[in-house]
C-alpha cells in the first residue's frame, strides 16, 4: 500500500504489529481453516499445483498446506517480519517468499504464473481504488487460464477496521466487477470467525475461476 495518500509507513505498521504480538494472539489468527479449505477442495489442486498466498503474513494455513502435500507455495507480504516467522517455522527450503506490496508490485511482477491464488484478508486492506485497480491487473496477469482466486475479506456489516486500518467491505458483485467477464463464480458463503479476543468478524468467502 503506497504512502503517498497516506502518511502510514505500512511496512513498519504491519512490522511492527508482528513484533509485539505473538503469532497465536493476533487477532487474524486462526486454528480452523476449514472455511479455506472448503473451497480450496473445489479447485481439485495437485502437489504441485502453483499457489500464491497473498499477504500471507505468518499464517498457518502454509503449514497445513504443507502437511496436505502441497509442495510449490509463495508466500508474500508486505512485513519481513512476518515471512521470517514464516520461515523459521515451516524452513526456508519447504516454501519461497517474497517481501512486495501488492499495491505497488515489483518482484512480483517477475513470478512465473499460479494456478492457484489466495487471499485471505489483505485486499480489504486496500482502500484507494487505484491501488485496487492494480492489484487486480496484477492477479489477471499472474493467474493462469483455468486457475482459481479466492478471497476471504471483511463483508458487509461486519468491521471498518482492522490492526487500526480502515477496510473496504467486500460483497461478490465487487469481486466480479474488477476480476472481469472472464472470471466465473464457483462458491460462495458467509463465515462469521472470532478472533483470539473472541470478538466477532463477519467475513465473506468466495471463490472464482478462470475461463
Not at 89 to 115: A, M
Request: aromatic share 12%.
Amino acid at each position: 500500500m503506497k504512502n503517498d495518500h497516506s502518511e502510514i509507513n505500512y511496512q513498519a505498521h504491519w512490522d511492527a504489529a508482528y513484533t509485539r504480538t505473538p503469532n497465536e494472539k493476533l487477532g487474524w489468527y486462526e486454528e480452523d481453516l476449514s472455511p479455506t479449505f472448503q473451497l480450496l477442495d473445489k479447485c481439485h489442486a495437485l502437489p504441485q499445483s502453483k499457489m500464491l498466498i497473498a499477504g500471507a503474513g505468518s499464517t498457518t494455513l502454509v503449514d497445513e498446506l504443507l502437511n496436505k502435500g502441497f509442495s510449490n507455495l509463495i508466500a508474500t507480504d508486505i512485513s519481513q517480519v512476518s515471512l521470517t516467522y514464516l520461515i523459521d517455522r515451516v524452513g526456508s527450503n519447504k516454501i519461497e517468499t517474497i517481501v512486495d506490496d501488492l499495491s505497488q508490485p515489483e518482484k512480483l511482477t517477475e513470478i512465473e504464473s499460479v494456478d492457484i491464488w489466495i487471499d485471505r484478508a489483505v485486499l480489504h486492506f486496500l482502500m484507494d481504488k487505484n491501488d485496487q485497480d492494480i492489484y487486480f491487473e496484477l492477479l489477471k496477469s499472474k493467474l493462469k487460464s483455468g486457475g482459481f482466486a479466492l478471497f476471504a475479506e471483511f463483508t458487509a456489516g461486519g468491521a471498518t477496521k482492522c490492526c487500526g486500518l480502515p477496510i473496504q467491505q467486500y460483497e461478490n458483485h465487487q469481486f466480479s466487477e474488477k476480476l472481469g467477464n472472464d472470471f466465473q463464480m464457483v462458491d460462495t458463503f458467509e463465515h462469521t470467525y472470532y478472533n483470539p479476543n473472541g470478538d466477532p468478524r463477519k467475513y465473506i468467502y468466495s471463490l472464482f475461476k478462470r475461463s
